[in-house]
């Protein structure tokens, strides 16, 4: 007997719910398939909605539409989020047998590795995969996550070169690690932090060449600032280079073993002793070097008051023209065209309206606090966080608060200690 | 005596191109210059004819010694030859020497020529009996003092005093002094393709994560900020925004 | 018997003064050797005195009486008591003629008393010019006794006859002994001065203005002056000429401010320490009784003839040398002509020539002027970035033109740059054929000079005069009178002769000749601020006026305005010098502004653009003049 068939139960039934538009599934359909997420098909296929995915393109709607069409937005939207991120997490890739190595020196300033040194890996791993190379991240003792970040191999190095300053026995430390692993090339960082230093005594103890200060790298090509920044030098990638900061972007995608090899035994003469890191009166670095100044303006009046606030907070105090006119603070506190031209991280701009010249002086600053009564003043439309307020009522307030939070923390500290 | 070796070079200037002392080897020789009762030999490898060599002359100096080497060879073996046979305690040079590869190598290479210490990135210095005291300048204002042996090469860093000014009439009066010198030519920075350089587009760091509108932003944000304005607010919530966007900066520590 | 002991008295005091001038002679004649024509300058002496000087003191009409009174009495008494000794010449006659030369010396000294001891204006130095009404008085008054008696055929008895004379006596002994060590001083040095002149075309009988700047010799031994004796004769001689009468610190602006200079003191400095014998002997400036540099204590300075002038603890301290702007309102004040801003680049030409001594930021500029030719350290392509969309013809690409627009370092600045506009906008309008130099302009070299870097200055003005010289164009116009002192007085003396127009002159012609046509009246009142270099520099105080009159503005006059104006503090390189006052020199010129009640200031000079504007509070806007011209023309 044959059985009827209903048509139309058929079509119900394979009918997907949850989309604007009547969507079917023809084919096989597993059981409980209507329960599955509209953006994954019942084979676990993943489904396209492009009218979601237009909609989670939109950034804004007024005053004109902005859409946002990298993928990286829609990946979570197309495709089912915590599928994608296990599918990730599962495809470590392993290299067995590289061609040749490439080592990342990971510079590590204060023991943790920083977005320099994962940069610095992303770079290494572009060379290693040109070729099927491998990755060897040169780091210290009790670092993790870098097969995140792209590398292969952890060499790691005795834990106390991170804490010490021993530049003679770090170099020999990368040295007896470059003789052993005769790597292709050698990638340090180019930093203030050791990295650049290390570089150099490495590159000099092999007689080799250094191509200093990387700041575009492709597999056949790698180019440098030259001649005072006015000359761009290009080449082939040498053996031994230093990245600069932010050049490369960071590894993303693969995740890759990290696995331990051993450290290579070195010894080194230590020339350079009595190392003592100097107590530094935030207020005495010079403008020019500090990353957070609090600045005054004409809308401070307590002078005393200024002082400790910038002392609570630790910052360096600036002033601008007319303040270290005044007399209030010397000349060498003065920011502006006619004075300092800083590039702190921070500037608390503290009563002070901005005035061009002084502007000027703060065009390279990354954040800008401002407080000032005026909401039309210039810097308060340059300011990242703007408080229009009188800056002199403000400051008893702000004074009492960093007290009182530095004495919340000093108690948690003690706790738990 | 203290024997002090400066070793200078010739800068240029980012805006004109043209040649002036490098603003960190003119560092160098102000740090030689402080130390009491230093005997002072500054030399520089290139042209003698080079007018911009009296600059260096303009701030005190009697005489500075130029090894004579044609433009693109490698200075190193000149400049370590001369060292040697000169035996200073102490080598003061710019941390990045200018108008060559502007690697910032001559320092080490001459202390590995040498055999010497070499301490980078120094603000100041003290010399004492056979050891020199040295301040080193850190990334954010931070200092750190370290002692070394002599011979020591000295890097010095932009955060050393101001060099002084140099005065038109002593660098009238100083003599170059001329030594005729070997030098291989360069073969490296000829494999190297050189053009001018043209600004590249900043890599934001901001390029993963975070809503599309975060992500447009980072990418469109201007210097002309786009932050957050409190108008108005009472004395106490003003300073709590003001702590908590300095701690979200990273500003003000929280451990 | 009383008659032959006045004139030997008076002989025997000529003679001692005599001699001790020539002893002070030798001061200033162990300075440097200078081409001076005696000839000419004693030919030109008395219409120098009766003209220059006297327009000078005239500008006090008080002054000006008391001393034709008192000098002319006194130089008239002179040769009639010498007369006396001849005794065939006493006579009714020669005592009349001397009781009257010494009745109208007895009137002005009754008024140098009033001055001096009623008025008593604080600039005056006391010391032993306080004794100066006492000694007048004493010689015209007593001799003047005398001489009646003599006339009348000698009534009183012979002791106090005889005591009259000693008074008297003791009044010309001050006098005429005070020739060499002052206070009259100047009646001697004053005279020679006029004769052996540094700078004679500054008289009416030459040019009558003659401010420029005198060119180093790069090549000589030692660059600038060091010591007293550094200087050249003839300016060590108009130094000893000060009278100390104070106008100049009057005048000056950092004094004003407060700022550690008075004018007045800095050439007695010059004088105590010429004082000294040459070989090497200290003297301080104790007993200097006048008014201090601010904010400095008197007694603590030292120096000698042989000996560096300036220095923490010399003579002249660095920061009042580097706190002069240049403005020229001592020199303009000065009834002895002396030339103070030139003592000042002299000495600190050697300061930056010989030492590298420039303080502050300055030294930074000056490097930045030698390897960019600008004093920012910028690119020059940059010079006419603000006005991309303008177009501006370069004389390079044009070949020729008829007017040449300089248009300075302003251009680099933000504010200079929209008063630019304005002005290329009103000559765009008047169909002006110009164009501009583009990145062949280089800083016309002025703030390096007056910083006394004189080899950066020459060899930017070498450079510069080489470029202009390989275009064909009518004149040059700027709207930067530094720029235009320079290029008119300055580049001369290195071969670069053209005629230089300031801005404000231009357009003051545009607007007469019809080439701009203006609406009408457009109201609201303005008062003008003259800029040194364009007013006591080059004399031009009309023209700015008469635009501003023809643009239908009420024109308020400051209380210091024209030749007398004072200085926006932004002269000299004082802006990067930086030397620290009680008040900044612009506000203390705002608040001459703000007196007059006036809705604007009007400026014609980046300079004074840029100072007056960063003066913070209430005060008139700021406005130069090619802008308010803009805003008037139809």
Not at chain 1, 291 to 301: K, M, R
Not at chain 1, 324 to 342: K, W
Not at chain 2, 15 to 41: F, M, N, Q, T, V
Request: aromatic fraction near 4%; hydrophobic fraction near 45%; glycine fraction near 10%.
């Amino acid at each position: 007997m044959r059985t009827r068939r209903d048509p139309r139960a058929e079509r119900q039934a394979k009918l997907v719910p949850g989309t604007a538009r009547p969507r079917f599934l023809v084919g096989a359909a597993p059981a409980g398939f209507a329960n599955a997420g509209a953006a994954t098909g019942p084979t676990g296929r993943p489904r396209r909605d492009p009218r979601a995915s237009r909609a989670a393109a939109v950034v804004r709607t007024a005053p004109r539409l902005r859409l946002d069409w990298t993928n990286k937005g829609q990946a979570s939207l197309a495709i089912g989020t915590a599928q994608a991120a296990a599918a990730v997490k599962a495809a470590v890739r392993v290299i067995e047998e590289p061609a040749f190595l490439v080592l990342a020196v990971l510079d590590q300033p204060g023991g943790a590795p920083s977005d320099h040194d994962r940069q610095l890996i992303a770079g290494a791993r572009l060379l290693a995969d040109a070729g099927g190379g491998a990755v060897v991240a040169v780091t210290v003792e009790g670092v993790s996550g870098l097969g995140e970040a792209g590398a292969d191999r952890l060499l790691a190095l005795p834990a106390d070169l991170a804490e010490g300053y021993e530049p003679e026995r770090h170099a020999a430390a990368v040295l007896a690690a470059i003789e052993t692993l005769k790597p292709r090339h050698v990638l340090f960082a180019e930093s203030a932090d050791g990295g650049a230093d290390l570089a150099r005594r490495v590159a000099a103890a092999l007689g080799e060449r250094l191509f200093a200060g990387v700041e575009a790298l492709s597999p056949d090509r790698a180019s440098r600032r030259a001649r005072g920044g006015a000359a761009e030098m290009a080449r082939a990638p040498a053996r031994l280079m230093s990245v600069a900061a932010d050049a490369l972007p960071p590894h993303e995608g693969t995740v890759h073993e990290a696995r331990t090899i051993p450290a290579p035994a070195f010894e080194a003469e230590r020339r350079i002793g009595a190392v003592r890191p100097l107590a530094v009166d935030p207020d005495l670095i010079p403008l020019t070097e500090t990353d957070f100044i609090l600045s005054a303006g004409n809308g401070v009046t307590d002078w005393e008051g200024f002082a400790e606030l910038a002392r609570v907070l630790g910052a360096t105090r600036g002033g601008s023209r007319v303040v270290c006119d005044e007399g209030h603070l010397p000349r060498e506190r003065q920011v502006g065209a006619s004075g300092s031209l800083v590039r702190a991280g921070c500037y608390v701009a503290y009563g002070i309206a901005g005035a061009p010249q002084h502007l000027q002086g703060i065009t390279e600053v990354k954040r800008v606090v401002a407080i000032n009564t005026d909401l039309h003043a210039e810097m308060i439309k340059r300011a990242d966080l703007a408080i229009v307020a009188d800056a002199q009522e403000v400051m008893p307030a702000l004074i009492r608060h960093a007290l009182e939070r530095r004495a919340e923390r000093q108690g948690k500290e003690r706790r738990n200690a | 005596m203290l024997k002090v070796a400066v070793l200078l070079s010739i800068g240029r200037h980012p805006a004109s191109g043209r040649p002036r002392r490098a603003p960190l080897d003119a560092r160098a020789l102000e740090l030689a210059l402080r130390l009491p009762g230093a005997e002072i030999h500054a030399v520089h490898a290139g042209d003698p004819a080079e007018p911009v060599l009296r600059d260096y002359l303009g701030m005190g100096l009697d005489r500075l010694t130029v090894l004579e080497i044609p433009a693109g060879s490698d200075p190193v073996p000149a400049l370590v030859a001369h060292l040697k046979a000169l035996s200073p305690d102490l080598i003061l040079a710019g941390r990045c020497a200018e108008g060559g590869e502007d690697s910032g190598m001559l320092p080490y290479l001459v202390a590995q020529g040498l055999g010497a210490a070499l301490l980078p990135d120094v603000a100041d210095l003290s010399a004492g009996e056979g050891t020199a005291t040295l301040t080193q300048a850190l990334p954010r204002g931070r200092r750190r003092q370290a002692e070394a042996r002599f011979p020591l090469v000295v890097s010095v860093h932009p955060a050393a005093p101001e060099p002084r000014q140099s005065a038109f009439a002593r660098a009238r009066r100083g003599l170059v002094e001329a030594v005729a010198a070997s030098a291989p030519q360069d073969g490296f920075i000829g494999e190297c393709e050189i053009r001018p350089w043209r600004p590249r587009p900043k890599r934001l760091r901001l390029a993963a994560g975070g809503s599309a509108l975060e992500r447009l932003k980072a990418a469109t944000e201007t210097k002309s900020g786009q932050g957050q304005v409190l108008v108005r607010p009472t004395a106490d919530e003003a300073a709590r925004a003001i702590y908590e966007y300095l701690v979200e900066q990273r500003v003000i520590g929280t451990s | 018997m009383i008659a032959t002991a006045l004139s030997s008295l008076i002989l025997a005091t000529l003679a001692a003064g005599a001699v001790l001038a020539l002893q002070h002679a030798r001061r200033w004649r162990a300075g440097q050797p200078a081409g001076v024509d005696i000839v000419a300058g004693l030919k030109a002496l008395p219409g120098r005195y009766l003209v220059d000087v006297h327009h000078v003191v005239a500008r006090k009409s008080f002054n000006a009486r008391f001393h034709a009174l008192t000098a002319g009495g006194f130089l008239a008494s002179l040769p009639l008591l010498v007369l006396a000794a001849v005794p065939a010449l006493r006579g009714w006659l020669l005592w009349g003629l001397l009781a009257l030369a010494l009745a109208v010396m007895l009137g002005g000294a009754l008024m140098v008393g009033y001055r001096r001891r009623v008025e008593k204006p604080a600039e005056l130095s006391q010391g032993r010019f306080k004794r100066l009404p006492y000694a007048l008085l004493a010689y015209a008054a007593a001799f003047l006794v005398v001489a009646l008696d003599q006339l009348a055929g000698g009534v009183l008895p012979w002791p106090l006859a005889l005591a009259f004379v000693l008074a008297g006596a003791w009044g010309g002994a001050e006098l005429i002994l005070g020739v060499g060590r002052g206070p009259l001083k100047h009646a001697l040095n004053g005279a020679l001065h006029l004769v052996a002149h540094p700078r004679p075309a500054r008289f009416h009988d030459r040019a009558g203005r003659d401010t420029g700047l005198r060119p180093a010799d790069l090549e000589a031994p030692k660059l600038g002056s060091e010591r007293p004796l550094d200087f050249a004769w003839n300016r060590l001689l108009g130094f000893d000429a000060c009278v100390q009468c104070g106008r100049c610190e009057v005048a000056c602006p950092a004094y004003a401010a407060d700022l550690p200079l008075n004018p007045k003191k800095l050439i007695q400095d010059l004088v105590t320490a010429m004082d000294t014998a040459a070989d090497g002997e200290r003297r301080t400036d104790a007993s200097y009784a006048g008014h201090n540099h601010p904010g400095r204590p008197i007694g603590l300075a030292q120096g000698g003839a042989a000996l560096p002038l300036v220095g923490p603890g010399a003579m002249i301290h660095p920061d009042t040398l580097w706190a002069c702007t240049t403005c020229r309102a001592c020199v303009q004040e000065c009834p002895m002509m002396i030339e103070h801003v030139d003592a000042v680049i002299d000495l600190r030409r050697f300061q930056t020539l010989e030492l590298g001594a420039t303080p502050a930021k300055a030294a930074a500029v000056l490097e930045e002027l030698r390897v960019t030719d600008n004093p920012g350290g910028k690119p020059l392509a940059r010079r006419t970035d603000w006005a991309v969309d303008l177009n501006l013809p370069l004389l390079a690409e044009k070949g020729q033109c008829d007017v040449l627009l300089w248009l300075g370092d302003g251009a680099f600045d933000l504010r200079v740059q929209r008063s630019l506009r304005a002005l290329v906008g009103l000559m765009r309008r008047a169909g002006i054929d110009f164009a501009v130099l583009g990145e062949e302009e280089l800083d016309s070299g002025d703030v390096a000079r007056r910083l006394g870097d004189e080899a950066t200055f020459q060899d930017l003005a070498r450079r510069n005069i080489a470029t202009l010289s390989r275009y064909r164009f009518g004149r040059i116009v700027t709207a930067d009178p530094h720029a235009l002192h320079v290029i008119r007085n300055e580049y001369p003396s290195f071969g670069g002769h053209w005629t230089v127009t300031h801005h404000t002159a231009f357009l003051l012609e545009l607007v007469e000749s019809g080439k701009l046509t203006l609406k009408g009246p457009t109201g609201g009142s303005v008062t003008y601020h003259d800029p040194c270099y364009l007013g006591r520099y080059n004399g031009e105080i009309e023209a700015p006026r008469r635009l501003l009159d023809a643009i239908g503005l009420q024109r308020v006059e400051m209380e210091r305005s024209g030749l007398r104006s004072s200085c926006c503090g932004g002269g000299g390189g004082a802006p990067l010098t930086d030397v620290a006052g009680k008040r900044r020199i612009p506000d203390v010129r705002m608040d001459h502004a703000r007196a007059t009640g006036a809705e604007r200031v009007a400026v014609a000079c980046p300079t004074c653009t840029l100072m007056l504007e960063g003066v913070v509070g209430q005060r008139p806007a700021v406005a130069e003049i090619s802008e308010l011209v803009l805003e008037a023309v139809a």
